[in-house]
Nanobody, 112 residues
Framework: QVQLVESGGGLVQAGGSLRLSCAASGRTFSSYDMDWYRQAPGKEREFVAAIRRSSGNTYYADSVKGRFTISRNNAKNTVYLQMNSLKPEDTAIYYC?????WGQGTQVTVTS
């Protein structure tokens, strides 16, 4: 069974940056696509970014394109989300996803 642990969230002013990490265990990490999702208060969980296992191709929601960068380190079984130019509307709990398994999430709060 896979275990995912997110970290790196926090409180930041608009325009600032954060780097989220998601450490995976229990599966061969390099064999899986990895995704980041987020859920703001009162809203449904939404897709943020994805990185494919073989090609390393990345995909982004329009709302974060050009500001967020997803990457992975297969040797460390970790996926990252570099978030720049943060906006108050980026405030949410951020989750990583591996084949339908979820971590506990990490809170990101952006103040104006």
């Amino acid at each position: 069974q896979v275990q995912l642990v997110e970290s790196g969230g926090g409180l930041v002013q608009a325009g600032g940056s954060l780097r989220l990490s998601c450490a995976a265990s229990g599966r061969t990490f390099s064999s899986y696509d990895m995704d980041w999702y987020r859920q703001a208060p009162g809203k449904e969980r939404e897709f943020v970014a994805a990185i494919r296992r073989s090609s390393g191709n990345t995909y982004y929601a329009d709302s974060v394109k050009g500001r967020f960068t997803i990457s992975r380190n297969n040797a460390k079984n970790t996926v990252y989300l570099q978030m720049n130019s943060l906006k108050p509307e980026d405030t949410a709990i951020y989750y990583c996803n591996l084949q339908g398994s979820w971590g506990q999430g990490t809170q990101v709060t952006v103040t104006s």
